[in-house]
């Protein structure tokens, strides 16, 4: 099994290779949603393909929501109680895209918190379809979560699930720097 991990502040955080939608350890996992949180492809896809058709009819009264954004539904058919939806920025035109790629993690570990969630698992946000160069997404995603760990009271574990082999390893890399 491909996994890295740090604790800071009495919490865990981890990077490995899997698939988001099979986080069956996670109170919450985390949808890198389309602006109105309708089924799309890549981890939107799988997630509500997974979740089924109710988690659909749920956020889409949510929506739409802006770049970095983040709401809370249930999990439906997916092994956590809850998916929180963000939308990540589209590179290059969703500007400034690191401050609101890092908004995206943020917003996602408050809401977390304020639903008393103990574990979350992340999908390497911004990287699929909306371009974000992979080695710059590693750097901010972990950063932002690295500092938020210490303002934490119910979250205990952070995971972030990388689905490919080499994007596992450069967010492998990053964590190894903190």
């Known amino acids: ?24 350890d996670a109170d919450a996992i985390v949808n890198a949603a389309n602006a109105f949180l309708r089924i799309g492809g890549g981890v939107a896809g799988a997630i509500h393909r997974k979740a089924g058709p109710e988690m659909e009819k749920e956020a889409m009264k949510l929506g739409p929501i802006k770049p970095g954004e983040a709401v809370i539904t ?14 990540g920025p589209v590179y290059d035109r969703d500007i400034p895209h690191d401050l ?9 570990l408050e809401l977390g918190e304020k639903n008393n969630l103990e574990s979350i698992a992340f999908p390497a946000i911004s ?13 901010i995603a ?11 009271k119910s979250i ?4 972030l699930v990388i689905y490919g082999r080499e994007d596992y390893k450069v967010h492998a890399g990053e ?4």
């Open 1 to 24: 099994m491909f996994k890295e991990t740090i604790v800071n502040s009495g919490v865990t955080l981890e990077v490995e290779l899997g698939n988001i939608v099979e986080q069956n």
């Open 74 to 87: 249930k999990g439906y058919d997916l092994p956590n109680k809850h998916v929180i939806h963000v939308l």
């Open 100 to 108: 609101i790629l890092a908004n995206a993690y943020k917003n996602a």
């Open 127 to 139: 990287t699929g379809a909306f371009g974000y160069p992979v080695e710059e997404a590693a750097e």
């Open 142 to 152: 972990l950063n932002t979560i690295y500092k938020t760990m210490p303002k934490l």
């Open 156 to 159: 205990r574990k952070i995971k």
């Open 175 to 178: 964590l190894k720097k903190l």
